[in-house]
């Protein structure tokens, strides 16, 4: 074969090899099948105090529904485990969603890997059928036979993110089908862990076990949106009772006491609760074992009082969704009873003037 015969015949295989993948999307012949265009979900988690996305190593599970945007019924559901997630850069694809127009719905964590008893519930939802509106979670719970509801539990972490009008192009639309679409989704971490920690001023030993603590807000039933929807009150209670040391200097002055407590013991008591909103009143109380009230505080209202020494422009709301964690340290006089001056907040400390609290 002559060098020119060789070299035109390499050339139309390149040239082949090119046109080919286009010939398959149906670029040039009806009767072959269209280019699928790829859509994909991105999940991130940047609304946290560290603002940056945490989302892998924290988000153990994806819950995806879409409602059809104009009618508002269920069309599909998605469900993915943190590890198919993290290893797909956090992004769960969508092929085989008919084209159209959605609204989607997330809730992750619901059930981590492991583990078989979920901390939050939704609804059984039929694709073709169930509307946005049935789309709530809610919080698992006990139920004493007085009515009354209740949780001790250490509730799974639950995240939630709502992106409207997503849009699934179809391999026919021309000016789409060459193209791939990553739509990002913004979590809201919905459970709250706190932390109450009792130190008695005198130095004496304190037993853990001789408290109570209680945090109640009718906030267990979760919308679609992430706002509440009517509930009954709920009584959270400690998963875990504990005592420590802790090494402090403290110079109070105004209550007569001078003396530098350089090793102490305390009482701490963890509970979790469900989201926290800036217009609702969530309330702590801390009582002895004789019943008598240690401290009852808005604590919603507490919480918020350290959201200025962030340095960060933030609405209240928006505060109480990126800070998941609160540790309160209360301080008890040798009555057992909280010295309301003061109370520390995440390791900002809050001094109150002319208070009382009961």
């Known amino acids: ?58 988000v153990s599970s994806v819950e995806v529904y879409g409602f059809d945007s104009e009618t508002g019924v269920l069309a599909f559901t998605r469900k993915e485990s943190a590890e198919t997630l993290w290893s797909n850069n956090n992004s769960m694809s969508l092929s085989g969603v008919a084209p159209g127009e959605y609204d989607l719905v997330a809730w992750c964590g619901l059930v981590p890997e492991g583990e078989d008893d979920p901390s939050f519930v939704l ?65 809201t971490k919905d459970t709250n862990r706190v932390r109450i920690i009792l130190q008695q001023l005198s130095g004496d030993d304190i037993d853990p076990m001789n408290f109570t603590y209680t945090i109640e807000e009718s906030n267990g039933l979760l919308h679609h949106d992430n706002s509440l929807l009517d509930d009954e009150m709920i009584t ?15 110079d109070l002055k105004d209550h007569g006491d001078t003396r530098a407590i350089t090793n102490v013991r305390v009482a701490i008591a963890d509970l979790t609760t469900s989201r926290l909103m800036a217009d609702r009143q969530s309330i702590l109380t ?61 390791s900002w400390k809050v001094v109150f003037k002319d208070a009382n609290f009961d």
């Open 123 to 187: 609804p059984d939802l039929q694709v073709g059928v169930s509307t946005l509106d049935e789309l709530n979670c809610r919080m698992e719970r006990e139920i004493n036979t007085d009515g009354t509801h209740h949780s001790s539990s250490d509730l799974y972490d639950l995240y939630h993110g709502k992106l409207d009008n997503v849009v699934i192009y179809s391999p026919d639309d021309s000016e789409h089908n060459m193209d791939s679409y990553t739509y990002t989704v913004d979590l």
């Open 1 to 58: 074969m002559h060098k020119t015969s060789l070299l035109t015949s390499i050339a139309s295989v390149a040239i082949a090899a090119t046109i080919a993948p286009l010939a398959s999307c149906n670029m040039f012949h009806e009767d072959l099948p269209p280019c699928e265009v790829n859509h994909n979900l991105r999940f991130r988690w940047e609304r946290n105090m560290l603002f940056t996305d945490a989302f892998e190593g924290n």
């Open 236 to 250: 959270y209670h400690p998963w875990r009772n504990s005592f420590g040391q802790a090494g402090i200097d403290t």
């Open 286 to 346: 801390v009582k002895n074992g004789d019943g008598d009230l240690v401290a009852r505080i808005p604590l919603t209202d507490y919480a918020l009082l350290v959201k200025g020494n962030y340095n960060k422009k933030m609405t209240d709301q928006e505060y109480l969704d990126r800070q998941d964690s609160y540790t309160l340290t209360f301080f008890l006089d040798a009555n057992h009873h909280w010295v309301s001056s003061q109370v520390i907040i995440n």
